[in-house]
């Protein structure tokens, strides 16, 4: 699988952005796609997964009810609408994809810490103060 993010750029606070994937790969729409973000001087941190039917969504803490995760299978593409940005959602960020398996516990902390198989390069996106 090869994943291509774009879609950032700069932003004042409160403002929207949607990021793309564009992804490789005839079995995509079986595998688990997900974000990530790098803020300068900060390790990597998981953002948004989604589940390859998309039934199944995660968000950590920091963006739920703000960003929103989705995919079209037909385009193998993945999105993140990124509404009411901050400054700290300032980084770089990553979109990912992941064979499904079973998890133990919390996926969220799992990609977090493992992060998933399959990297794109990412895209920067800067919000103004």
């Known amino acids: 699988v090869q994943l291509q993010a774009s879609g950032g750029g700069l932003v004042q606070t409160g403002g929207s952005l949607r990021l793309s994937c564009a992804a490789s790969g005839r079995t995509f729409y079986t595998y688990v796609v997900g974000w990530f973000r790098q803020a300068p001087g900060k390790e990597r941190e998981f953002v948004s997964a989604l589940s390859g039917s998309g039934s199944n969504t995660y968000y950590a803490d920091s963006v739920k009810g703000r960003f929103t995760i989705s995919r079209d299978n037909a385009k193998n593409t993945v999105y993140l609408q990124m509404n009411s940005l901050k400054f700290e959602d300032t980084a770089v960020y990553h979109c990912?994809?992941?064979?499904?398996?079973?998890?133990?516990?919390?996926?969220?902390?799992?990609?977090?810490?493992?992060?998933?198989?399959?990297w794109g390069k990412g895209t920067l996106v800067t919000v103004s103060s």
């Open positions: 990912a994809a992941d064979p499904p398996r079973q998890i133990p516990g919390d996926r969220r902390s799992y990609y977090n810490n493992y992060g998933m198989d399959y």
